[in-house]
Structure formats: C-alpha cells, structure tokens
C-alpha cells in the first residue's frame, strides 16, 4: 500500500528505491506489486498530475502485457538504483551494469523532457505521458541531478538494522539517523527504554 507518509527521503529518486520496505536481502514488503502501485506512487511523489495517473491507469488496463514490462523496467531501474547509491554512500564505483542500466534510463527519460515558458520563467516539464514508462523519467532525472550534485554528500542510511531506506540528511549538524522518528525512530528509542528498564 502507497502511502504519503513512505515519502521522507527528501528526493523523488531515493523514495523511488525506499518502494520496498525492509532489507533487500532479507525480509521485505515491496509496495510496487502492479501497474497500477506505480502510478499511484508516482502521483502521490509528484511524478505525474493526478490527471495523467488516471490516463496511464487507463492505458496500463488496456495493454496489460507492456504495463507488466514497465512494472519489471520499474523495479530493474529501483534495484540498479539503489545499487549506485549504495556504492556512493561506500564513496565506491557503482557496479558498471548497474551504473550503465541507470543512464541507459536516463537517456530515454531526457528524450521527453521539454522545455516549456511558465508565469515567470522558464522551466523543465515532460511531454504527456503517453507512454507507460512517463512516471519513471521524473525519477530517473532527479537521481542524475543527485549523482551529480553536492547533495550527494549528505546521502544516508537508515541506521535500523531492520530497513535500510536512504534518505538526503539536510539538517544544520548532519545528526539525522533515522529514515523517519515517527517510525524507526520512535523504535529505537522504545528498545532503548526497554533496555534501560531490564
């Protein structure tokens, strides 16, 4: 189940990879299981309007064979993704096919971004989303932006040994821990008391 509070990394390609709970080696609840769990997502994070979610909703209920090729595309782009930042937090080189998978997906992302005039200036915007793979192209170009940014630096983990999440730690003194205190936050701070108590 997407929800609104699953969105605490502070980037739209780092909630991408946080689509599955847990860690990815171990016990973990993916909350891409369909076509539509994509758009949902990608309306709730912004990627797409709510318009345009219902549009592709519709398209990915009459062409179900390629809906399912995007939710597989989705989750190699999720998993490729996640395997570069990881490498970044390790300050390593990406896995090459990893690394490549992701450009390759920028590459197609970039061929719809638009340059369009706005109220006041101009700005990016997408070609409409036509296409099933539209709510992946916002993704794939914010982590390019990330990668290559000093932002990149402030990159983290969730530090419970139990999700492994990643999250952009913005504050002043770099102390954030947790993906989220209202989660796993809030459980360490019980297991800490608990711990206390015995």
Same mark, same amino acid.
Request: hydrophobic fraction near 40%.
């Given at each position: ?13 780092? *909630? @991408? +990879? %946080?689509?599955?709970? =847990? /860690? ?6 993916? &909350? ?67 690394? *490549? @998978? +992701? %450009?390759?997906?920028? =590459? /197609? ?6 340059? &369009? ?82």
């Amino acid at each position: 189940m997407i929800d609104r509070e699953d969105f605490v990394a502070g980037s739209l390609c780092l *909630d @991408f +990879v %946080n689509t599955i709970g =847990g /860690i990815r080696s171990g016990v973990h609840n993916d &909350r891409l299981e369909s076509y539509p769990d994509l758009v949902d997502w990608a309306v709730l994070g912004g990627a797409v309007s709510c318009q345009q979610g219902d549009a592709l909703r519709l398209i990915g209920r009459r062409r179900p064979e390629i809906s399912a090729r995007t939710l597989a595309e989705a989750k190699a782009l999720r998993e490729s993704l996640h395997a570069v930042f990881s490498a970044a937090l390790k300050h390593q080189a990406p896995n090459r096919q990893a690394f *490549d @998978f +992701v %450009n390759q997906r920028l =590459g /197609i992302a970039m061929s719809h971004a638009r340059i &369009r005039r706005g109220a006041e200036k101009y700005e990016w915007t997408w070609e409409p989303p036509e296409l099933l793979d539209a709510p992946l192209w916002p993704v794939v170009h914010n982590a390019g932006e990330l990668l290559a940014s000093e932002t990149l630096a402030r990159l983290r983990e969730c530090a419970s040994e139990t999700c492994g999440w990643f999250f952009l730690d913005l504050t002043k003194n770099r102390s954030r821990r947790w993906c989220a205190m209202s989660g796993c936050g809030n459980r360490a701070k019980v297991r800490r008391f608990r711990d206390r108590q015995a």
